[in-house]
């Protein structure tokens, strides 16, 4: 039986509240879905969440970090807090604005939410008008685009092998140095981090064009599945719906035994 805090089981009242009041004032964009697993974990951390308004649409996915419903709790907060941010905007002039300042006060709020216990959330956010995509990153949430048949990254990740790559294209690190770090996948930076750091964010946005498809995926996806796997199944003549539960039978499908939480989710552009 899992025991949680007072504090810590107010927070996921309060969240699950937020979370339907967002299910029921979101009106579905022109396509969108979401497919999760719980891989070989015992709770399903991550949270998907899409959110339309008059400004555009807001897509975010957090992968939370920490044991028992910590984070669960943590994804929830993240996610939550964006949407939070998002909600009563009617134009979005400035998208980093709103990115920097959202993911500021996501990470106060998931730091006040577990207070003393280890955990937090990676969190992917993406922006989307009738015109550009923009995302944020905390973390190692995967963005991708799908565009004429290609599945093309655009998020980099916060982790220390990418972190390594960076220093050497700076010229900090030696080759052999970098090649040593590109096995180290840890994420250095997240929500809920003491020390918490700059978050990534796409510069310069992504024009987008009729037929684009948004991918974000979580670890449990992103470790089982190559993005040529992934590819092949967003290419098949099928809804969303059934493109996203694929790829979920496709990381289920792997024979690893500490397969982690895993999440798609799917989102067409609405080029004006």
Not at 80 to 101: C, H, I, M, Q, S
Not at 114 to 130: C, K, Q, T
Not at 174 to 192: A, F, V
Not at 204 to 231: C, H, N, R, T, Y
């Amino acid at each position: 039986m899992i025991v949680i805090g007072t504090s810590l089981a107010a927070g996921i009242l309060k969240r699950l509240e937020l979370s339907l009041r967002y299910r029921e004032k979101s009106r579905e964009p022109g396509g969108w879905a979401v497919a999760q697993t719980t891989g070989n974990q015992e709770i399903q951390s991550d949270s998907a969440q899409v959110y339309q308004n008059e400004a555009g649409i807001m897509a975010v996915l957090a992968d939370g970090i920490g044991k028992e419903n910590t984070g669960r709790v943590a994804a929830q907060v993240a996610a939550d807090t964006v949407l939070d941010a998002f909600e009563p905007y009617r134009v979005v002039n400035n998208p980093k604005y709103l990115f920097r300042t959202a993911f500021i006060e996501a990470h106060r709020r998931v730091q006040q939410t577990i207070g003393e216990r280890r955990g937090g959330a990676s969190l992917g956010a993406v922006f989307m008008n009738d015109s550009h995509l923009y995302y944020a990153l905390a973390g190692n949430i995967r963005i991708a685009i799908l565009r004429n048949g290609e599945l093309i990254p655009l998020s980099k990740g916060q982790t220390i092998s990418m972190l390594a790559y960076e220093a050497y294209q700076e010229g900090m690190l030696s080759k052999n140095e970098t090649i040593w770090s590109q096995e180290e996948n840890r994420i250095w930076n997240y929500l809920g981090k003491d020390g918490f750091h700059e978050i990534e964010i796409c510069k310069p946005p992504v024009s987008l064009k009729k037929g684009d498809l948004i991918v974000m995926v979580s670890q449990g996806i992103f470790e089982e599945l190559s993005w040529a796997v992934i590819e092949d199944i967003l290419l098949m003549e099928l809804p969303l719906t059934e493109k996203a539960g694929r790829i979920i039978t496709e990381a289920d499908q792997k024979e690893n035994n500490d397969k982690e939480n895993g999440s798609v989710l799917l989102l067409a552009a609405e080029v004006g």
